[in-house]
T-cell receptor
Framework: ETGVTQTPRHLVMGMTNKKSLKCEQH?????MYWYKQSAKKPLELMFV???????ENNSVPSRFSPECPNSSHLFLHLHTLQPEDSALYLC??????????????FGAGSRLTVL | GQNIDQPTEMTATEGAIVQINCTYQ??????LFWYQQHAGEAPTFLSY??LDGLEEKGRFSSFLSRSKGYSYLLLKELQMKDSASYLC??????????WGAGTKLIIKP
């Protein structure tokens, strides 16, 4: 496999369910990201893991919980979600450098529907 | 606040040329990116501009004017496969990307 792989591609869950999204990158990158993409809205950065630390967007509700066991794998644990959390969740990776902006490689996304 | 503006939707004809504009207001500037995203697929990197001027890459070109906070993506010899959303993003002073909402480009025969 090459690039960034996300599973599942589609997920339907009730508000009381617990589920997880998985992301795996095969590029040897040292940073991984979770983004939320809603229709006609800018990409919203949720979490970043790089070789130094985890950074998160403080506006992300605690019902979203990231886990990064190593530099190749990233999870997003979902618990007690709301219908407005329905969106496309994109994982990305990059080779983060000390200076300069980073080119992101994205996965195809996990389409989440919360009933 | 930080803001990226681009048109929501554009329509063009196969074989023609289209220009997608992007204006930005950010705290600091560390480059401007264009990504292409086909429906149901991953966004893919198209171009990166950090200096003023035009960068050409095949049928696609990207222009940047830092003094005007302005960029455009120029697509020539349009093909049906160019139907996609085009995302503009700017690296801010912390090298975090600020994204526009994307421009959906519809190509008609």
């Amino acid at each position: 496999e090459t690039g960034v792989t996300q599973t599942p591609r589609h997920l339907v869950m009730g508000m009381t369910n617990k589920k997880s999204l998985k992301c795996e990158q095969h590029l040897g990158h040292n940073a991984m990201y979770w983004y939320k993409q809603s229709a006609k809205k800018p990409l919203e950065l949720m979490f970043v893991y790089n070789f130094k630390e985890q950074t998160e967007n403080n506006s992300v509700p605690s019902r979203f919980s990231p886990e990064c066991p190593n530099s190749s794998h990233l999870f997003l644990h979902l618990h007690t979600l709301q219908p407005e959390d329905s969106a496309l969740y994109l994982c990305a990776s990059s080779q983060e450098r000390e200076t300069g902006a980073n080119v992101l490689t994205f996965g195809a996304g996990s389409r989440l529907t919360v009933l | 606040g930080q803001n990226i503006d681009q048109p929501t939707e554009m329509t063009a004809t196969e074989g023609a040329i289209v220009q997608i504009n992007c204006t930005y207001q950010t705290s600091g500037f560390n480059g401007l990116f264009w990504y292409q995203q086909h429906a149901g697929e991953a966004p893919t990197f198209l171009s990166y501009n950090v200096l003023d001027g035009l960068e050409e890459k095949g049928r696609f070109s990207s222009f940047l004017s830092r003094s005007k906070g302005y960029s455009y993506l120029l697509l020539k010899e349009l093909q049906m496969k160019d139907s996609a959303s085009y995302l503009c993003a700017v690296g801010d002073s912390n090298y975090q990307l600020i994204w526009g909402a994307g421009t959906k480009l519809i190509i008609k025969p």
